[in-house]
């Protein structure tokens, strides 16, 4: 178990209380700036970085740049994500099946897939019903 800074530990309190969980490394900074607390983005960069590498949030590439989702660990251990392409909700998913798979490739063709960067695109339960 790795040592947790005070300003991880902030910026880690402050992504899990941003709506879905989700924000940018500027919309991190603005919101710790706020709260009172003097942060560069420099560093709200190189605290995210570490807590990425620490399996505490995802770095989520996206057509609009880089954001970050808080991940419960007590939850998620080897998660994967879901993005519904109609609203842009990410999930967090743990399923056995998919573990096969993972297998499957490794084993079959040689490729190791990594859980915690891979992310799946479809329609959640909502825009579906609203398609109707």
């Not at 300003?7 to 924000?23: F, H, N, T, Y």
């Not at 297998?103 to 915690?116: K, M, Q, S, T, V």
């Amino acid at each position: 178990m790795s040592y947790m800074t005070r300003q991880q530990g902030a910026v880690l309190a402050c992504i899990a209380s941003c709506p879905g969980g989700r924000a940018t490394a500027m919309e991190l900074a603005q919101r710790l700036r706020q709260e009172g607390q003097s942060v560069g983005l420099s560093t709200v960069y190189r605290q995210l970085e570490k807590l990425v590498s620490q399996g505490k949030i995802h770095k989520l590439l996206t057509e609009e740049g880089a954001c970050y989702q808080y991940c419960d660990k007590t939850r998620h251990t080897d998660c994967f994500l879901l993005q519904c392409e109609g609203c842009g909700t990410i999930f967090h998913m743990d399923c056995s099946h998919l573990g096969e798979l993972y297998d499957h490739l490794l084993e079959g063709h040689g490729f190791a897939i990594n859980p915690r960067r891979t992310m799946f695109y479809g329609l959640c339960r909502e825009c579906r019903e609203a398609e109707k």
